[in-house]
Structure formats: structure tokens, C-alpha cells
T-cell receptor, first 117, second 118 residues
Framework: EADIYQTPRYLVIGTGKKITLECSQT?????MYWYQQDPGMELHLIHYSYGVNSTEKGDLSSESTVSRIRTEHFPLTLESARPSHTSQYLC????????????????FGQGTRLTVV | AQSVTQPDIHITVSEGASLELRCNYS??????LFWYVQSPGQGLQLLLKYFSGDTLVQGIKGFEAEFKRSQSSFNLRKPSVHWSDAAEYFCAVGASFDFAGSARQLTFGSGTQLTVLP
């Protein structure tokens, strides 16, 4: 069982509201990620971090922002939510590569399904 | 840039039948390849991964996948499907890791939805 948690699981909010999606992991992983997933579509990387005070934008442009003040916590914020932000947001973390042990595994949270009305 | 294609959006099989989910990738070097499963309302769970060595990889829940470099494929198989296997399956390719800590990894395919008939 992976120790990575996202809250809330579901969120319905009105346009213009500020929201923060929480993601926490207890595995001590340095690398953390946010993916956006629309129904029937692939996962797109929107933010990643490889340690405290390190954040980068991913492949898909997003109006959201992230912060990484603590290793275990990687929240995602939307300053002013819009209907176009309606999607599922998945947080993940991974262990570092272990050389001959091969590719590290990414652990995913259960996701936050966001609906902006 | 790496990419992953899952040609089948939706597959329906009967319980007990065999299953093969297709995955083709594009990557300039030896890839790291993964299969994840996502049950409704759940996060992604790793089924198996390929790094190097034996091209036939065994995973959890009775799944296996075969890496075929000549075909740029990493198809997922299961000899006998159970009703609990109904879910969405994602193939992913990872970039080579550098030990300075590159965080970029895992390009996902668009997923294949599996329905299992009783």
C-alpha cells in the first residue's frame, strides 16, 4: 500500500474561487509530481519537484502553481478556478534510481476530481 | 521526445478469456517501460516494469508483458481474465535517469478501458 495521500477526493466549486489541492507522502521521496487527467485521455505532467524549494513546470501548460516547502508536502493551487480547470489531478512521488536495480516506481495518490461550475 | 500509443481505447473480454493490451512507444534510447492499472475512483497502481534483461516481465495479479525492441512494443497479457480486472490500463515510458536527479519521467499513453463480461 502506497503512502501518498490526496485531499480532497472530490471538489465542486464556483468560478473564481481559490483552491488548494493537497498531496502528502510519508515515504521520504524527493521527487514528486502532479498530473492532470481528463476522461479518456492520457496523463499529462503539469508540475514536478525534485526536492525542497525545487519546482518546475511539466509538459502541459497549467495555470496552477505548486510549492515544496517540506519534503512530504506538495500542494497545488489555483488562484481563480475556471470551468476549463475541471479535471482529475493525480499526485505522485518516486524513489531515486537505484542503478542496477532498475527503474524506480512512481507511487500515485487516489486523485482529486475537481469540478468548477 | 518520448511518446506512447495505446491503439485500443476500449476492450471487452469474457471472464476466463485471455487478454492482450497493446502498447507502442517511441524513444531514442533504451526505455524504461511500465504498465499501470487504475480502478474507478482509485489512483494508479503499478502492475509491472521493464528496465533491462529478460524481455518477458512478470507482474502482480497474474499479468505479464513482453518487450519487443524491433516492434517498439510492450504488450500486456493475462492468460485468464477475472471480473476484478475490469479497469483502465495505462502504458508509460520513462526517460533515462541521470543520477543528478532528473525528475522528468513517465510519459503515459491514453489508456485502454477493459470491460469483463460474466
Amino acid at each position: 500500500e502506497a503512502d501518498i495521500y490526496q485531499t480532497p477526493r472530490y471538489l465542486v466549486i464556483g468560478t473564481g474561487k481559490k483552491i488548494t489541492l493537497e498531496c502528502s507522502q510519508t515515504m521520504g521521496h524527493d521527487k514528486m509530481y502532479w498530473y492532470q487527467q481528463d476522461p479518456g485521455m492520457e496523463l499529462h505532467l503539469i508540475h514536478y519537484s525534485y526536492g525542497v524549494n525545487s519546482t518546475e513546470k511539466g509538459d502541459l501548460s497549467s495555470e496552477s502553481t505548486v510549492s515544496r516547502i517540506r519534503t512530504e508536502h506538495f500542494p497545488l493551487t489555483l488562484e481563480s478556478a475556471r470551468p476549463s480547470h475541471t479535471s482529475q489531478y493525480l499526485c505522485a512521488s518516486s524513489e531515486p534510481a537505484q542503478g542496477a536495480r532498475g527503474a524506480p516506481e512512481a507511487f500515485f495518490g487516489q486523485g482529486t476530481r475537481l469540478t468548477v461550475v | 521526445a518520448q511518446s506512447v500509443t495505446q491503439p485500443d481505447i476500449h476492450i471487452t473480454v469474457s471472464e476466463g478469456a485471455s487478454l492482450e493490451l497493446r502498447c507502442n512507444y517511441s524513444y531514442g534510447a533504451t526505455p524504461y517501460l511500465f504498465w499501470y492499472v487504475q480502478s474507478p475512483g482509485q489512483g494508479l497502481q503499478l502492475l509491472l516494469k521493464y528496465f533491462s534483461g529478460d524481455t518477458l516481465v512478470q507482474g502482480i495479479k497474474g499479468f505479464e508483458a513482453e518487450f519487443k525492441r524491433s516492434q517498439s512494443s510492450f504488450n500486456l497479457r493475462k492468460p485468464s481474465v477475472h471480473w476484478s480486472d475490469a479497469a483502465e490500463y495505462f502504458c508509460a515510458v520513462g526517460a533515462s535517469f541521470d543520477f543528478a536527479g532528473s525528475a522528468r519521467q513517465l510519459t503515459f499513453g491514453s489508456g485502454t478501458q477493459l470491460t469483463v463480461l460474466p
